[in-house]
């Protein structure tokens, strides 16, 4: 039983939606979020979503399409939704490069001969084997055309959340570019068939998820980065 009623986020996004005259489809047009996650937001349903950073970029864009404060609306649904806290990157530390001495050298030396050995081994016990055994014959392949490659249903979903200003370029399926400057705390996402290109004019500035699949804060300060996701 809770003591307090939240906001529910996603049905205020809806009034003031259809307040305005905006059909659904129009908004997924104009925001370039999938229809169903829209759907999701208003249903509040956010477990339909791609994970926490997804939500937040999708919400972010929503509320600035629907000329709100996307702090304001990231924060109620913070509010309602407390185990979804945006986790912090991780820097993975540098490991030491080992020191090699001269006797770890003869033991690779030692051990790399030994497998060269066991390989002309094998190698000379197969071609025994195949002299004695004759090939089986050509197996009868079918006439008919093979079968067509299953084209992959599930779009490739890419939602960036920026933390600094950055200028993000998107190629979807080899299209022409698109560039979106984002402030910080703005976030887009954006959807392609096959394959989509993310390029960040600086690295370190924006988080990218791939299919709620976080990858924290990618590329270096001071460096343009730059990924292409695909199937």
């Known amino acids: 039983m809770q003591g307090q009623t ?6 205020a996004l809806r009034k003031l939606r259809i307040s305005r005259g905006l059909s659904i489809d129009e908004a997924a047009r104009d925001t370039r979020i999938r229809r169903e996650f829209l759907e999701a937001i208003e249903d509040d349903d956010f477990d339909r ?15 600035s399409y629907l000329r709100l404060s996307p ?14 806290v945006e986790p912090e990157p991780v820097t993975a530390s540098p490991q030491p490069e ?12 030692r051990l790399l001969v030994m497998i060269a050995a066991t390989i002309l081994v094998l190698a000379a016990a197969f071609g025994v084997l195949s002299a004695r055994q004759p090939a089986p014959a050509p197996a009868e392949l079918p006439s008919e055309a ?5 084209t992959v249903a599930r779009p490739i979903t890419v ?17 022409a570019p698109e560039i979106f400057s984002l402030e910080p705390g703005e ?6 068939k096959g394959s989509i290109t993310v390029r960040l004019s600086e690295g370190g500035t924006a988080r990218v998820s791939v299919n709620g699949t976080d990858h924290g804060y ?14």
């Open 49 to 63: 979503l791609l994970g926490d950073v997804h939500v937040r970029g999708c919400l972010r864009t929503y509320a």
């Open 218 to 231: 990618p590329g270096a300060p001071e460096r343009p980065w730059e990924e292409t996701y695909g199937y």
């Open 98 to 109: 080992p020191v090699l001495g001269a006797r770890r050298r003869r033991d690779n030396h």
């Open 6 to 11: 939240t906001v529910a986020v996603g049905d």
């Open 71 to 84: 702090d304001r609306v990231v924060a109620a649904y913070a509010s309602s939704h407390p185990d979804a």
């Open 146 to 150: 093979p079968p067509t490659v299953a």
């Open 159 to 175: 939602a960036v959340l920026a933390r600094q200003p950055v200028e993000v370029t998107i190629v979807a399926d080899g299209g």
């Open 187 to 192: 976030g887009r996402s954006f959807d392609a």
